[in-house]
């Protein structure tokens, strides 16, 4: 009896497993038929920025004297940006101004072209980053992540609300 009752739980769980499987392949092909929602995209892009945050943060503190540089960390916090930097401009799709609350302003949608040549810049300064950050030569690290640095503030000085 036991061994039917275990048999018995396995086939509940694996067809609960197949429900669960099926609910986000139709939530993802919903998904991907009508776009994200403003709020979905404003979140996303909202997360990409904590996890490039998460990552800048101790480097700038490198930077800043206010933590010993280790070569090893630094490179992999500065390969981490690079690779999410990229990701940043799906995040503004037509329509994302409003849904959430977003301290993007609204001069993004309005100046698109303007804030993609922005957002292409840093994504090269990340890259950049990551680059001088591999040598392991502490002064180019250091130099790449204040052309990044700056490169961040001239988008939030136009498009970021306080």
Known sequence: MK?????MAAVAAAGALAVAIG???????ALAQSGPTAEQAIK????????ILW??????????GKAPYD????????????QLAPMLIEGYPPGSDTGATTRAK?????????FREL??????????LAAAARTGD??????????????????????RGD
Not at 23 to 29: G, P
Not at 44 to 51: E, F
Request: glycine share 8%.
């Open 3 to 7: 061994k039917f009752q275990s048999g």
């Open 23 to 29: 609910a986000v392949v139709t939530s993802n092909e």
């Open 44 to 51: 996303y892009r909202q997360g990409v920025y904590k996890a």
């Open 55 to 64: 990552n800048f943060g101790p480097m700038a503190a490198v930077v800043q």
């Open 71 to 82: 070569a090893q960390e630094f490179t992999r916090r500065a390969e981490r940006v690079a």
């Open 106 to 114: 609204p001069a993004i949608w309005q100046n698109m072209a303007e």
């Open 119 to 128: 957002m292409s810049t840093m994504e090269g300064k990340a890259s950049d």
């Open 138 to 159: 502490e002064a180019k690290a250091k130099a790449a992540f204040g052309q990044l640095g700056s490169a961040c503030k001239a988008c939030h000085d136009k498009y």
